[in-house]
């Protein structure tokens, strides 16, 4: 998954969606770019190392500092077609899987899977605004024959990776 953002203050309406999750997985493969307004754009890498496959993956992002998510990249398993979906909730996304409760679907897009172990640039518009010191629950999933490849995390909650402005969980 990549995930662009930039710094800046806005504020935000969610509603809740009619959706159902199935085949989650709880550990966060995720390539994050970030902009920030007053900094030069950076990365920030979770893994591609794959080892299991679902039909998404379910992650949480910490701000430290104001951010608007700008896209992501996703490690889709194999070489084929299908819609993806992101979603997003404020505070956490574990938790909330049985329930559509609180989530937003913010958009969807067809996407050509790269194959294992390359990253699979997401090709909707992303523009999702998290406020310094929140927590948002992320969901990305696929419709169709693709799998999204994963790797086991310690533990759901711990910081996978992190940057002077964001953390992964």
């Keep these: 998954i990549h995930l662009d953002y930039t710094a800046k203050d806005t504020n935000l309406s969610h509603q809740g969606v009619n959706m159902s999750f199935s085949k989650l997985s709880f550990a966060p493969l995720l390539i994050l770019s970030l902009w920030s307004s007053v900094a030069q754009?950076?990365?920030?890498?979770?893994?591609?190392?794959?080892?299991?496959?679902?039909?998404?993956?379910?992650?949480?992002?910490?701000?430290?500092?104001?951010?608007?998510?700008?896209g992501f990249d996703i490690h889709i398993g194999g070489t084929c077609s299908g819609t993806v979906e992101i979603w997003y909730r404020p505070g956490s996304g574990y938790g909330h899987i049985s329930s559509s409760s609180g989530w937003t679907l913010h958009s969807s897009a067809t996407v050509g899977g790269a194959g294992q172990g390359v990253p699979t640039s997401y090709p909707g518009t992303v523009s999702i605004q998290i406020p310094a010191g929140q927590r948002y629950g992320f969901?990305?999933?696929?419709?169709?024959?693709?799998?999204?490849?994963?790797?086991?995390?310690?533990?759901?909650?711990?910081?996978?990776?992190?940057d002077s402005n964001i953390s992964i969980l």
């Excluded at 379910?58 to 701000?63: K, N, T």
């Excluded at 969901?139 to 086991?152: A, H, K, M, R």
């Design 41 to 70: 754009a950076n990365s920030l890498t979770t893994t591609f190392a794959a080892g299991n496959g679902q039909d998404g993956n379910i992650f949480d992002i910490v701000a430290i500092n104001d951010v608007t998510i700008n």
């Design 139 to 162: 969901y990305i999933t696929g419709t169709g024959p693709c799998d999204f490849d994963y790797t086991n995390g310690s533990n759901v909650g711990n910081v996978y990776t992190s």
